[in-house]
């Protein structure tokens, strides 16, 4: 993905935000310096018009009717900057794909900036030009935004929150609690990519190759599922707590088990290798790019067929099936035939992944 | 304001979360703590099934056609609990407020919570339940969220994002542009108490009279507004900057100028005298249930009578007017019938207000 990346060498600090180097906490205070921020910084980026008229809301017409799928996540991931991505473009596609795990359409973005005071105003350049970039490449559009500044030593560089509506249409219906004894469990792709990227960076290991975030806007992989069966019945991205967390929130949602063949799960060379050396668990591994649909069995080729046609889905693999037996659980068969139960995790694996 | 506040004394601390008396990063990492926390504390109190089904999005039903308002904030007031309410009711009002000044009825809030480890689970329980009674209060759900953990001192307690989406009834068009030459200002009442509420907390300053903070839903006001006049041209909340911020913004979004009477802008003694003490103009000190209209003078004397008819616009006052002149500048008559401008401020009064 690093050639999609926004190119930063261009990007220089506005007039008159050159004034100040850094974020100082008057750039959150409702005035003048706060103004200049919002008016030479973050709508020139954004450029849409109902992110310039800078009232108390965004005014939105909706094309059409339709269900509302409305999202929202703070991201606090550490470092700001990791291989592969930032927390920009983190914010910008979390949102996007946990309304395109509605079924929904991202329209409509929302920003909340938490600025540490202190931090470089290149650097908060750097993000929101990466959140522009983000944007253009998942079709949505920034309309509202906020921003606040906390004092040194009481934030990280900076924390976004972004919210999202988007539409669903008529006659897909997809939910967690939707899975059925039979339906096939798919992977969109290797699984414990964005974990492995900022452990390596944040930990100071050095693994045998450079492993870069999946970070990626997984809406177009949707439409390309949909257009290939209305019959989805559940889609998620693999985030916090990665494939294990999803497969059990699905399994609880739907009251169903869910079985699945550790072989067939898609890892990469290099995240199995810094798994194996530091003693962790790829399917509990964050994703930031991926997902795990549950699709009626006799779709379940087709969809299998159209992921792996879509750039984000090339990986894409089958894993395993739904089943009528211990209805909660998740249970993995081992390469030898053995079965465990992967479980929730309890608390961090690594904490700040997002 | 303080007999409808939420009674915290009754509240304890659910199982199992009572395991953890304080917030560990394991409580944002995606696992079974996580799902813990949002299980027992959070989907209980802000009951509906929307929240409960616990999807990456909420999936919504609009009540009929309209545009839909969408707004965003997010909340790092210090210290989190202070005269007259508290970070989390701050948090539903501010968005509720937002949106009510594009005329929406607000319907659907998300929350995205961002806590530091080592935060008392009591206290999140006491703002969860105080955020959960201004939703009740303000005629919203909460219906998608999401729970992020920073490590002990990258944060402060708690910083919430709330995002908010409403619907505008078909013939209401009001935004900051709209102002025009001739139209009346009104206030819906006494300027700086919020922030003169935090100022005595933060600063240990002892005013004669205790400030309490005038946070409040400001939807209900809009409304008996709006029923009096369909041709309010600018609503807005006077929240960081106060009034003089508001007036600019204003003055700048129409490119008209507005002259207001200084004697006409109520104030309350207590807020008037620790103003004087500190040297601060209450025109530049955050509010967080106040509004300023802007309203043709054919229906300005209607407006300001039905907001004078409502619990939280008995103080509500004429203060000025739009004029043809100084386009994009805001013009103070004092006592003594001098004229001062008054300038958007540089930076902060008082950082952390909200």
């Known amino acids: ?121 290149d650097t908060l350049g750097q993000v929101t030009a990466s959140m522009a970039e983000a944007c253009r490449r998942a079709g949505v559009t920034l309309v509202t935004g906020d921003t606040k500044v906390v004092n040194k030593g009481h934030g990280d560089g900076v924390y976004i929150n972004t919210a999202g509506i988007g539409i669903i249409p008529s006659g897909v219906n997809i939910g967690p609690a939707l899975a059925r004894p039979g339906d096939a469990v798919i992977v969109s792709g290797s699984m414990g990519d964005h974990g492995m990227a900022i452990m390596s960076v944040r930990e100071g290991l050095e693994f045998e190759a450079q492993i870069t975030s999946d970070t990626a806007p997984l809406d177009g992989l949707v439409d390309a599922m949909l257009a290939a069966s209305s019959h989805i019945h559940c889609l998620r991205d693999a985030t916090r707590g990665g494939l294990a967390a999803v497969l059990n929130e699905l399994a609880v949602a739907s009251k169903t088990g869910i079985e699945f063949e550790e072989q067939a799960v898609p890892v990469n060379a290099p995240v199995a290798a810094a798994c194996e050396m530091l003693g962790l668990d790829p399917f509990y591994v964050a994703n930031e790019g991926k997902l795990v649909a549950i699709v009626p069995e006799v779709d379940a080729e087709a969809v299998l067929a159209a992921m792996q046609s879509h750039p984000l889905g090339q990986s894409a693999a089958r894993i395993g099936e739904v089943v009528d037996g211990y209805a909660g659980l998740v249970v993995a068969r081992t390469a030898i035939g053995a079965s465990r139960v992967v479980d929730l995790p309890a608390g961090e694996l690594l904490p700040r992944i997002c």
């Open 1 to 121: 993905m690093s050639d999609e990346k926004p190119d930063f060498s261009g990007w220089t600090c506005p007039i008159p935000l050159k004034n100040y180097p850094t974020i100082v906490m008057g750039h959150g205070s409702g005035g003048r310096m706060m103004a200049d921020l919002i008016q030479h910084l973050f709508v020139p980026l954004f450029e849409n018009d109902t992110l310039g008229n800078l009232g108390d809301s965004a005014v939105l017409e909706l094309p059409g009717p339709g269900r509302l799928a409305f999202s929202t996540d703070s991201f606090v991931v550490k470092p700001l900057f990791f291989p592969g991505g930032n927390i920009g473009e983190l914010a910008v596609y979390g949102t996007v794909n946990d309304l395109a795990m509605s079924g929904a359409r991202p329209l409509f973005l929302s920003a909340g900036m938490i600025l540490e005071e202190g931090l470089p105003m």
